[in-house]
Each structure stands twice: as C-alpha cells, then as structure tokens.
C-alpha cells in the first residue's frame, strides 16, 4: 500500500521532510517549500513588497528554486535576475544558457554581468596567480563585488542569494571551531547595506536544504545546470558536509539547531567584534577597509599575471 501524502491525503507520498514529521506527494511539497521561503523571508523581515528584489541566480539548483519560488510566492513583487560570467571555459556559458531559460520561462528580466568583457579576465587566470590553489577563494571575491555592482545599476533595494541552510550551517560551524568571528557575524540572514545607495543582502533559503532545493527544481521542472564548476569541490566544504551529515544520522534537525543556536550567538557576538573602519576603495570607489578593496587587489593581480598590468 502506497503512504498518502500527509497534506492532500489522496495522491501517494514521495518527499519525506524527517524534521517536520511528514511524507508529502509532490504537489504538496512545492507548496510546503514555497511556503518556508516565504516564511523566512517575512520571520527576518528581508524585505517589503514594494522593494525591487534582484536574485543572483547562478545557474545552480539553489539560487533556480530560489527565483521560481519568490515568484510563485510573491507574484507582484518586483523581482530581477543578476547573473556574472565568470569567463570559465564550458562551464560558463553553460550557466548562462540555463539562467536565459529560467529567466525566460517566468519572464524576468536578466541582468549579466561578463568579466570577460567588462574586465578583460577569466576566473581561470587566477591559476596563474597565487591562488592557483584556492581559485574558489578569489572568485568569491569576485562576485561579491560584482553582484553589488549589479545590484546598483539594475536599481534593486535587496539582493537575494541562494545559500541553503548546509551551506550555511557548515561556514558557521567552521568559523566557529577557527574563531573566525567577524566572518561568523556576516553569516546572518540580513545584512545591512555597504553603504548609502548600496543594496542590503538577505539569504532567504537559510533553513531550506541542499536536498530540498533539488527536490524543488525536479519536481517543478525547474531549469538548472547538469556540470559542475571545474574549481569547486574543495576538500574543506566536503570535510564540513560530511561532519554535518554524520551528526544529523540520528537528529534530522540538527543543522536547524546549529542555525538556530548561532542566530542566538551572532548579536552577542556583533558587540565584542570591531567593525573595521571604512574609506573608499582608491580604484573603485566601493566602501572598503583599506585604501585599495580586495576585489581590485586581485583583478590587478591577475592582469599582471596576464602581462595586462
Ligand atoms: P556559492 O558561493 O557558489 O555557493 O553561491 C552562493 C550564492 O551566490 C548562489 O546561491 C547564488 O545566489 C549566488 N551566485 C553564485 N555564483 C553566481 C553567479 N555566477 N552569478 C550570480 N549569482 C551567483
Ligand atoms: Fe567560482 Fe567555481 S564558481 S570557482
Ligand atoms: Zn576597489
């Protein structure tokens, strides 16, 4: 006899949710979803219905469930797409294709950003530099500062990004055991903006799973990339997956906890930890804790590599 879904009890379950206690047809649990995103948002106040929220949607499953989802939630909303290119043979354009055919498939409008055009670099060339090894650490940078850039020439109040409670829960754990506590303070669900005319930064999947990201996009056909970027699988995220799942064997709610214990932590945390001081970045202008910004350091790094210099 086949389980019947615990919300419609008349088509038969697929999804179990072991936090939540139930067993869902898949119908029942796009809804179930739509409704913890929506949830988030309006628990930590990310934002108002009047705002223009941008996404950045990479071409990953998160940040995909992540826009199909807001729109679904809030059909009125103001919601723009905000992709970078990170110039990374095959992968890149692979990205991109799927972003053009998400955005399209809910008509919104999409704003990229090619680093190959605009700055004359790949992500790639940092191989070439010295991180060679940690490529994923200078790409982060990257992007930060693009997507803020982004964000400020397409007018949006509010960027939304697609970090998933695993991601989360294990940068905070591994902040946590380094004593990284600025690093631990920014991991909250809101952020303030950089500054005025800066967008803020809210994370509206912070307590939505990895797996129920998948789980959203398969069940509601939702476009997402098939390969996976060449510099990823650091062995420090899979180190970190791997403690996580094994402490969640026996309590399916255990990164829920490690969310909800840090949140406790992070305001007592924001009194002790100095905020550094910030100029303007010499080179761009973007606010920043010393006089050239960590995004412009390594563009010049990589242009020098290049012989661009
Ligand atoms: P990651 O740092 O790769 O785990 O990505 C975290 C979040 O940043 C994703 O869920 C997206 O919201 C955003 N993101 C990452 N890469 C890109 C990209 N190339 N373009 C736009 N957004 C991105
Ligand atoms: Fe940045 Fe892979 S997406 S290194
Ligand atoms: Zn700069």
């Given at each position: 006899m086949p389980v019947l879904c615990g919300k419609c009890h008349s088509a038969s379950a697929e999804v179990h949710i072991p936090y939540a206690k139930l067993s869902l047809c898949p119908?029942?649990?796009?809804?179930?979803?739509?409704?913890?995103?929506?949830?988030a948002v309006e628990d930590f106040g990310m934002f108002k219905e009047d705002d223009v929220v941008g996404v950045a949607v990479s071409g990953g499953k998160d940040s995909a469930a992540?826009?199909?989802?807001l729109r679904q939630a809030y059909p009125n909303l103001k919601v723009v797409a905000l992709h970078v290119n990170l110039g990374i043979p095959k992968y890149s354009?692979?990205?991109?294709?799927?972003?053009?055919?998400?955005?399209?498939?809910?008509?919104?409008?999409?704003?990229?950003?090619?680093?190959?055009?605009?700055?004359?670099?790949?992500?790639?060339?940092?191989?070439?530099t010295v991180f060679r090894k940690k490529v994923c650490s200078?790409?982060?940078?990257?992007?930060?500062?693009?997507?803020?850039?982004?964000?400020?020439?397409a007018g949006v109040d509010v960027l939304a990004t697609g970090h998933n409670l695993d991601d989360v829960a294990g940068v905070m754990f591994n902040n946590f055991f380094y004593g990284r506590w600025d690093q631990l303070v920014r991991l909250k669900p809101v952020l303030p903006p950089l500054a005025e005319g800066f967008a803020s930064k809210v994370?509206?999947?912070?307590?939505?799973?990895?797996?129920?990201?998948?789980?959203?996009?398969?069940?509601?056909?939702?476009?997402?990339r098939e390969i996976d970027c060449p510099y990823s699988s650091g062995t420090g995220v899979r180190k970190r997956a791997e403690i996580l799942e094994i402490?969640?064997?026996?309590?399916?709610?255990?990164?829920?906890?490690?969310?909800?214990?840090?949140?406790?932590?992070?305001?007592?945390?924001?009194?002790?930890?100095?905020?550094?001081?910030?100029?303007?970045?010499?080179?761009?202008?973007?606010?920043?804790?010393?006089?050239v910004c960590a995004f412009c350091k390594r563009v010049a790094l990589v242009k020098k590599a290049l012989g661009k210099g």
């Amino acid at each position: 006899m086949p389980v019947l879904c615990g919300k419609c009890h008349s088509a038969s379950a697929e999804v179990h949710i072991p936090y939540a206690k139930l067993s869902l047809c898949p119908k029942c649990f796009l809804d179930f979803y739509v409704r913890r995103v929506k949830g988030a948002v309006e628990d930590f106040g990310m934002f108002k219905e009047d705002d223009v929220v941008g996404v950045a949607v990479s071409g990953g499953k998160d940040s995909a469930a992540l826009l199909h989802a807001l729109r679904q939630a809030y059909p009125n909303l103001k919601v723009v797409a905000l992709h970078v290119n990170l110039g990374i043979p095959k992968y890149s354009a692979h990205c991109q294709a799927k972003v053009e055919e998400l955005t399209k498939m809910l008509d919104v409008e999409l704003h990229v950003f090619n680093i190959v055009k605009e700055l004359g670099i790949r992500i790639s060339d940092f191989r070439k530099t010295v991180f060679r090894k940690k490529v994923c650490s200078a790409c982060g940078t990257v992007k930060r500062h693009v997507f803020e850039d982004l964000a400020r020439k397409a007018g949006v109040d509010v960027l939304a990004t697609g970090h998933n409670l695993d991601d989360v829960a294990g940068v905070m754990f591994n902040n946590f055991f380094y004593g990284r506590w600025d690093q631990l303070v920014r991991l909250k669900p809101v952020l303030p903006p950089l500054a005025e005319g800066f967008a803020s930064k809210v994370k509206p999947l912070i307590r939505i799973s990895e797996n129920e990201n998948l789980l959203y996009c398969l069940y509601g056909d939702v476009p997402f990339r098939e390969i996976d970027c060449p510099y990823s699988s650091g062995t420090g995220v899979r180190k970190r997956a791997e403690i996580l799942e094994i402490l969640s064997r026996d309590n399916p709610y255990f990164r829920h906890q490690v969310l909800n214990r840090f949140l406790e932590l992070i305001p007592l945390l924001e009194n002790v930890v100095s905020k550094p001081a910030l100029v303007k970045c010499q080179v761009c202008g973007f606010p920043s804790s010393s006089d050239v910004c960590a995004f412009c350091k390594r563009v010049a790094l990589v242009k020098k590599a290049l012989g661009k210099g």
